[in-house]
């Protein structure tokens, strides 16, 4: 249509809305007028085209185009997913690198002061008393003065259990804490599992180290009914989680053992009988007590809850039946005499079938592991071995260095024999010496005890011999049989708890040590390498 012209402009910020519309025809109108509106319509066409191409400019400048803001959106998401995956990789590894180095042993520090006298090379003389124990063989008579700082330093940390808490940086203390409370819980449950167990099993051990033992003080074995006397008899029982204690307060007590309360089973009193001795016979059924000034002894039959007194012995002449053992067959008693004589009473009929004479007096009586041997201790110093079956004297032997015996303990596994002498020596002589040979030397002489070795006992396992005396407090040691050297941390107490020992006992499977002290008290020792009753 003349005048009409059609002109396609771009999309307007002004102009948004619906799709086009088909416009009606326009009216007919004056030529003159509409050139006069078409020049003004051109006008404004203008100043919206400047203004819409700088809405535009702005648009483009903060957002951009559509299709090129929504790629730019995608590339600065991928861009962004890119960067944080970067920053925690970084991240984390710069977190290792950190806890490595936190890990890493700290480099040694320089010394802020050095003396010129450290570093010359001087020889300690290591046979003097205090430093002995430090020498690992005859070999090491002599060491430097380096040499001997660091195994004075290793024996501490052993000691002490590791390095003292004060040494440790605070990374390694965090770490210990988390595995001492891994190690915490299965200790408890290794425990559990010890406590569960009653019956009579073998249960194969590694070999016991030497230096230091591992253990732990428990609650007295019979703090449920403490004695009002000296103790004189503290034994497990052979098969069942039990131990017995008895004393001059005329008592004997069972009591269950579980390290933490150990409750009281039972407790019988026997009128006007002290007790100087009591062991439970081989099968466990039976407990047998002597006293100090009677004839008569005891027999308390536990499965019928009997006590039967037995007042005479056919066939022995005694004023007194104190000292005895029980044959490892559980079927006669080997009562100790006077005079140097020596009783063997049969259980069933209660009668002396047979005795054997020593000269001098006996100090000590041990039977062989198998029973079929008797080891006597007389008090002169000389050692006498019996064949059970022909009550002969098989061999005789001076014990070295003894001037007075004391007592005698033969180990289980048949390897052993210990002598304990007034001046506190303890020799240890191999068995098959003992047996074959008039002169046998001992493979150790233990010397840590200043006064009378009274009380002797090797545990089940023979690794362990326990010695100790009566006449001093805290007078006990426990002996490393492979290595032959004392451990150096029993008894190691803030407070006086051995006192003085006049028994001693290991139980069935040497995971539990005790001891009969002069205050009525039986201290409880958990051996922690052993792993069952």
Same mark, same amino acid.
């Given at each position: 249509?003349?005048?009409?012209?059609?002109? #396609?402009?771009?999309?307007?910020?002004?102009?948004?809305?619906?799709?086009?519309?088909?416009?009606?025809?326009? !009216?007919?109108?004056?030529?003159?007028?509409?050139?006069?509106?078409?020049?003004?319509?051109? #006008?404004?066409?203008?100043?919206? /085209?400047?203004?819409?191409?700088?809405?535009? +400019?702005? %648009?483009? =400048?903060?957002?951009?185009?559509?299709?090129?803001?929504?790629?730019?959106?995608?590339?600065?998401? /991928?861009?962004?997913?890119?960067?944080? @995956?970067?920053?925690?990789?970084?991240?984390?590894? %710069?977190?290792?690198?950190?806890?490595?180095?936190?890990?890493? +042993?700290?480099?040694?520090?320089?010394?802020? *002061?050095?003396?010129?006298?450290?570093?010359?090379?001087?020889?300690?003389?290591?046979?003097?008393?205090?430093?002995?124990?430090?020498?690992?063989?005859?070999?090491?008579?002599?060491?430097?003065?380096?040499?001997?700082?660091?195994?004075?330093?290793?024996?501490?940390?052993?000691?002490?259990?590791?390095? !003292?808490?004060?040494?440790?940086?605070?990374?390694?203390?965090?770490?210990?804490?988390?595995?001492?409370?891994?190690?915490?819980?299965?200790?408890?449950?290794?425990?559990?599992?010890?406590?569960?167990?009653?019956?009579?099993?073998?249960?194969?051990?590694?070999?016991?180290?030497?230096?230091?033992?591992?253990?732990?003080?428990? =609650?007295?074995?019979?703090?449920?009914?403490?004695?009002?006397?000296?103790?004189?008899?503290?034994? &497990?029982?052979?098969?069942?989680?039990?131990?017995?204690?008895?004393?001059?307060?005329?008592?004997?007590?069972?009591?269950?053992?579980?390290?933490?309360?150990?409750?009281?089973?039972?407790?019988? $009193?026997? %009128?006007?009988? !002290?007790?100087?001795?009591?062991? &439970?016979?081989?099968?466990?059924?039976?407990?047998?007590?002597?006293?100090?000034?009677?004839?008569?002894?005891?027999?308390?039959?536990?499965?019928?809850?009997?006590?039967?007194?037995?007042?005479?012995?056919?066939? +022995?002449?005694?004023?007194?039946?104190?000292?005895?053992?029980?044959?490892?067959?559980?079927?006669?008693?080997?009562?100790?005499?006077?005079?140097?004589?020596?009783?063997?009473?049969?259980?069933?009929?209660?009668?002396?079938?047979?005795?054997?004479?020593?000269?001098?007096?006996?100090?000590?009586?041990?039977?062989? $592991?198998?029973?079929?041997?008797?080891?006597?201790?007389?008090?002169?110093?000389?050692?006498?071995? *019996?064949?059970?079956?022909?009550?002969?004297?098989?061999?005789?032997?001076?014990?070295?260095?003894?001037? #007075?015996?004391?007592?005698?303990?033969?180990?289980?596994?048949?390897?052993? @024999?210990?002598?304990?002498?007034?001046?506190?020596?303890?020799?240890?002589?191999?068995?098959?010496?003992?047996?074959?040979?008039?002169?046998?030397?001992?493979?150790?002489?233990?010397?840590?005890?200043?006064?009378?070795?009274?009380?002797?006992?090797?545990?089940?396992?023979?690794?362990?011999?326990?010695?100790?005396?009566?006449?001093?407090?805290?007078?006990?040691?426990?002996?490393?049989?492979?290595? +032959?050297?004392? &451990?150096?941390?029993?008894?190691?107490?803030?407070?006086?708890?051995? $006192?003085?020992?006049?028994?001693?006992?290991?139980?069935? $499977?040497?995971? &539990?040590?005790?001891?009969?002290?002069?205050?009525?008290?039986?201290?409880?020792?958990?051996?922690?390498?052993?792993?069952?009753?």
């Amino acid at each position: 249509m003349e005048g009409e012209s059609v002109i #396609k402009l771009p999309a307007t910020a002004t102009e948004r809305g619906p799709a086009k519309r088909r416009r009606a025809p326009p !009216p007919k109108i004056d030529p003159k007028q509409e050139d006069v509106k078409r020049q003004k319509h051109a #006008k404004t066409l203008a100043v919206l /085209g400047e203004k819409d191409s700088s809405v535009k +400019l702005l %648009e483009e =400048l903060v957002f951009g185009a559509e299709e090129e803001l929504l790629g730019r959106l995608v590339e600065d998401e /991928g861009e962004q997913g890119v960067t944080l @995956l970067d920053d925690d990789n970084d991240e984390s590894s %710069e977190e290792e690198v950190e806890n490595e180095a936190r890990l890493q +042993l700290p480099t040694a520090r320089k010394a802020a *002061w050095v003396d010129e006298d450290d570093e010359m090379e001087e020889e300690v003389d290591m046979t003097h008393r205090f430093r002995r124990d430090l020498a690992k063989g005859v070999a090491e008579s002599t060491m430097s003065k380096q040499k001997l700082q660091q195994r004075m330093k290793e024996q501490f940390q052993k000691s002490m259990g590791g390095t !003292p808490s004060w040494a440790e940086t605070k990374v390694k203390k965090k770490s210990k804490k988390r595995a001492e409370d891994d190690d915490d819980d299965e200790e408890e449950e290794e425990d559990d599992d010890l406590l569960r167990k009653t019956g009579n099993f073998v249960a194969s051990s590694d070999s016991l180290p030497s230096g230091i033992l591992r253990m732990k003080k428990c =609650l007295h074995a019979n703090s449920a009914r403490p004695s009002d006397d000296r103790l004189t008899t503290v034994q &497990f029982h052979p098969s069942a989680q039990v131990v017995m204690t008895a004393g001059l307060d005329q008592s004997i007590s069972l009591f269950q053992v579980d390290g933490k309360t150990n409750p009281k089973i039972q407790s019988i $009193h026997l %009128e006007r009988f !002290p007790i100087h001795k009591a062991q &439970f016979s081989t099968d466990g059924e039976k407990v047998v007590a002597t006293s100090l000034k009677n004839k008569m002894f005891y027999l308390y039959d536990m499965m019928e809850g009997r006590v039967v007194p037995v007042h005479t012995v056919r066939g +022995l002449k005694e004023a007194r039946v104190k000292e005895f053992s029980v044959s490892p067959e559980g079927d006669a008693l080997l009562l100790t005499g006077t005079s140097g004589y020596l009783h063997v009473l049969t259980l069933k009929t209660k009668e002396v079938v047979r005795s054997m004479k020593i000269n001098g007096n006996i100090s000590g009586v041990a039977f062989s $592991h198998d029973g079929s041997k008797v080891f006597t201790n007389s008090e002169e110093g000389e050692v006498y071995v *019996w064949d059970m079956r022909s009550s002969r004297c098989v061999n005789r032997f001076t014990d070295e260095g003894c001037v #007075k015996g004391t007592s005698i303990a033969a180990s289980a596994n048949g390897q052993y @024999l210990a002598c304990g002498s007034q001046s506190g020596v303890v020799n240890v002589y191999s068995q098959e010496a003992c047996l074959n040979s008039t002169n046998p030397r001992p493979l150790k002489a233990v010397m840590n005890l200043l006064t009378s070795a009274t009380s002797l006992a090797f545990n089940p396992t023979s690794e362990i011999l326990a010695v100790a005396s009566r006449a001093d407090d805290e007078a006990a040691r426990l002996v490393h049989l492979p290595s +032959l050297t004392v &451990f150096s941390n029993f008894p190691v107490s803030k407070r006086k708890i051995v $006192h003085r020992a006049s028994c001693l006992a290991f139980s069935p $499977h040497s995971g &539990f040590f005790s001891l009969a002290n002069n205050k009525g008290h039986a201290p409880l020792f958990r051996l922690l390498h052993y792993k069952d009753f």
